[in-house]
């Protein structure tokens, strides 16, 4: 079954620092860009970053520009997201999706997505 889970969400204070985790299971991550992205109550999902199959193209949206970054280990099938100075609008469930027709800002031009995990931001 193809498969995208990640990890590494929970409760950090603003200012605070978090890494996820996005693992491909039932195929190989390496021909497919990735981007993260994020929902939070009652607003649309958005896109957050983005990362094209080599990892030599990145891009970020403006609010999280010089905070955040994106990263992968192809060898680990595994894209990175670090999130530093987090903020209280960065709340939200965040998401990993893989497309193979490169990083892209609209949602339903990926093919897989991940259950999703939480990330709160809160003294």
């Known amino acids: 079954q193809l498969q995208l889970v990640e990890s590494g969400g929970g409760l950090v204070q603003p200012g605070g620092s978090l890494r996820l985790s996005c693992v491909a299971h039932?195929?190989?991550?390496?021909?497919?860009?990735i981007g993260w992205f994020r929902q939070a109550p009652g607003k649309e999902r958005e896109f957050v970053a983005g990362?094209?199959?080599?990892?030599?193209?990145?891009y970020y949206a403006d609010s999280v520009k010089g905070r955040f970054t994106i990263s992968r280990d192809n060898a680990k099938n595994t894209v990175y997201l670090q999130m530093n100075s987090l903020k209280p609008e960065d709340a939200a469930v965040y998401y990993c999706a893989a497309n193979t027709l490169g990083v892209r800002h609209i949602a339903t031009m990926y093919h897989y997505w991940g259950q999703g995990t939480q990330v709160t931001v809160s003294s």
């Open positions: 990362i094209s199959w080599s990892g030599s193209s990145t």
């Open positions: 039932g195929f190989t991550l390496d021909y497919y860009a």
